[in-house]
């Protein structure tokens, strides 16, 4: 096997796994771990994947953008540990915006006993408050996106224009000084950016994995949010940085 197929073999294999590693990588192919390892490092500078501790992750861009099982699958543990932390942030927020993708899902799971107005644009959010009853839930109507099953185009934009927010937990594909807020579909990033403009207070979360990627659809700044949520993952003099641009930094 070549090198430019092998390549494409470890790529299909992260993005359909979450994460691959070198061990299991050299097994499958029955190559040396050396040879993986430089294949790695030759995807991740094409800026393919993020190279991990023993292995690989896959990372998002225009052409590729992970779906609900993946996201369910990876980083869960601290995901679990971002929702509580940003949950707690409510302050008496009475209506709240909560984000497509599945840390909000896990934060909606932390609300569904609270007298809140929820307004989303994600059906895998809303389900949770199915059985609620304190909360009321406003779903953004759109084209449904199967990837992720949260709505998008003219329609979200328009229900959001009439609304003004309390609080809005959003995720990102990627986070940098640089270039702010990022992912790969510029119809998310409409209804993201959106999202950002009608909301009072605003709360970045975000697993460590997130910072340092860079998407193709730029829809906020990281001075737009008062907190970011990550994990203890998360190096402090990386949370510093991020903390210097405006927003505290909350590693839970």
């Not at 000084?177 to 409409?190: F, M, Q, R, Y």
């Not at 209804?191 to 460590?208: C, G, T």
Request: aromatic share 6%; net charge negative; charged share 25%.
């Amino acid at each position: 096997m070549d090198s430019d197929t092998r390549q494409s073999q470890i790529l299909e294999f992260a993005r359909t796994r979450g994460r691959v590693t070198v061990t299991s990588l050299s097994s499958e192919l029955g190559v040396a771990t050396e040879t993986i390892r430089r294949d790695l490092r030759t995807l991740a500078d094409r800026r393919l994947v993020k190279r991990v501790h023993g292995g690989a992750i896959p990372l998002e861009s225009a052409a590729f953008e992970s779906g609900l099982d993946y996201r369910s699958r990876v980083d869960l543990a601290q995901k679990r540990r971002i929702a509580a932390a940003a949950a707690g942030l409510r302050h008496g927020a009475e209506t709240i915006y909560l984000d497509e993708g599945y840390s909000p899902r896990l934060i909606a799971e932390k609300l569904t006993d609270c007298e809140v107005t929820v307004v989303t644009a994600s059906l895998l959010a809303a389900e949770v408050f199915a059985d609620s009853e304190t909360a009321t839930v406003i779903l953004l109507g759109g084209r449904m996106r199967g990837r992720t099953l949260a709505t998008v185009d003219h329609w979200a934009l328009d229900m959001l224009r009439e609304l003004t927010i309390d609080l809005a937990f959003l995720g990102t594909n990627g986070i940098t000084a640089e270039h702010g807020l990022t992912t790969p579909d510029p119809a998310v990033a409409a209804v993201k950016h959106e999202a950002i403009v009608r909301s009072r207070r605003r709360v970045l979360v975000a697993a460590d994995s997130k910072f340092g990627m860079v998407g193709f659809c730029r829809f906020g700044e990281v001075s737009d949010f008062e907190t970011i949520v990550t994990g203890t993952e998360l190096s402090e003099a990386e949370a510093e940085r991020f903390e210097a641009l405006g927003p505290s930094v909350i590693r839970a």
